[in-house]
């Protein structure tokens, strides 16, 4: 098929500093692209034509959509993450409320996306959706810069979607509870807070980015097929969390939030890969468990596929580690404000990339002579 006529979407997982790791397997892709068009400046918002990120997946996916390349978003993520999570000064706050202090994670987004960028912008080269909770209806909240979305219409003037900063949305899509405040952004009349999305069930936003760009509500309507669309999805490592060995320490009330927050993002994760492999023509992927398999070889749900599928992530338990050359990061813990897990997580993601992530992949889907993806 002409690459014309085909969609690429990209989808991001959030994940904390782990997200070094998606950062890792997304170098790999942009120099695989870039070989394979022969354009060195290449960019990955010049082969995604849609671009989703929950949390730290919404970092990069802002960034990807605004044309930074790998290696400035690498050295943005490596050199900001300790600023991003700077202790909160006020000792009360810091065991009561959040961890860390949401004015630096602010000042530090603003200086990256720019203060006036609006999720509307001409800057966008790319469509973008980041995933956060609203707190007044408990739900997630999908934000796109599509501009046929419904409430991105310019009927409803400053109340449009397309009008609020890039930055906030950003940050309200990392608010992770016990770590920073919620964000609140005021709509219309009326102040809203957000919590990061990965506590809705789209920490792993890939299924819904499907969904939003297909589902005539969403008022996009790109056509499926295996040979028209696929569906990249990036993982920051799964981290199963062993509750029945808790020490004394993490029965503790805020460890015990963490504790389930990060179970959450474990179980919808996966359950979210599932459904993606469910109806894909699946050219990548680690099995998902002993009983289901990685599901390549099965026939896709009503016989048909609506898209290729392709899931790059790591497990990092002990074994998961050992299977991809990295036993000896076993002894990290892994969470997600572990700053000083950053060379580990740097070292896992290239591993995941250079074993998981080939040129065969992107045969079907090649890349254009054009620079930016199609906004519509």
């Known amino acids: ?21 998606a950062v890792r397997v997304l170098s790999r892709i942009e120099a695989i692209l870039r070989d394979q068009s022969g354009r060195p400046d290449l960019v990955l918002a010049d082969y ?23 290696q ?27 961890r860390y202090d949401a004015s630096a994670l602010r000042n530090c987004l603003q200086e990256i996306f720019g203060v006036d960028t609006t999720l509307g912008s001409n800057r966008l080269r790319t469509l973008v959706m980041l995933v956060m909770l609203n707190a007044r209806t408990n739900s997630p909240w ?26 906030q949305l950003v940050r309200a899509s990392t608010a992770a509870p016990y770590f920073f405040e919620p964000e609140r952004i005021r709509v219309g009349t009326q102040d809203y807070l957000f919590y990061d999305g990965a ?6 936003p890939a299924f819904k980015l499907f969904q939003m760009a ?8 790109w056509l499926t097929g295996a040979d028209r669309m696929l569906l990249v999805s990036v993982g920051t490592g799964l981290f199963p969390k062993e509750i029945h060995k808790q020490t004394l320490a993490e029965k503790q009330v805020a460890s015990t939030l963490l504790i389930a927050m990060q179970s959450l993002m474990f179980a919808s994760t996966t359950e979210v890969d599932m459904q993606c492999r469910g109806f894909a023509r ?95």
């Open 282 to 376: 699946v050219l990548a992927g680690d099995d998902i468990d002993g009983e289901v398999g990685n599901l390549s070889s099965e026939a896709p749900i009503g016989g048909t596929p609506l898209f290729s599928y392709m899931r790059y992530n790591a497990l990092l338990t002990p074994e998961g580690l050992e299977a991809i050359g990295c036993a000896d990061l076993a002894n990290n813990a892994f969470r997600l404000d572990d700053v000083n897990a950053m060379a580990a997580c740097s070292e896992i993601g290239e591993a995941v990339g250079r074993l998981q992530v080939k040129p065969e992949h992107f045969a079907s889907f090649p890349p254009t002579a054009e620079a930016g993806g199609r906004m519509c």
């Open 142 to 167: 999908p934000v796109s810069s599509n501009p046929k979305a419904k409430y991105n219409d310019a009927q409803y003037g400053v109340e449009s979607n397309l009008n609020f900063p890039l930055w």
């Open 72 to 98: 400035q978003l690498d050295a943005l993520f490596t050199s900001d993450a300790r600023a991003m999570f700077a202790p909160t000064a006020n000792i009360v706050k810091r065991m009561l409320f959040a």
């Open 1 to 21: 098929m002409d690459a014309l006529n085909q969609r690429k979407l990209l989808a991001i997982d959030g994940g904390g500093i782990r997200g070094l790791l």
């Open 214 to 221: 297909t589902l005539p509500c969403y008022r996009l309507e």
């Open 199 to 204: 506590l809705s069930s789209l920490n792993n």
């Open 48 to 70: 995604f034509d849609y671009i989703a990120g929950t949390s730290a997946g919404a970092i990069l996916a802002a960034g990807l959509a605004l044309g930074m390349s790998m």
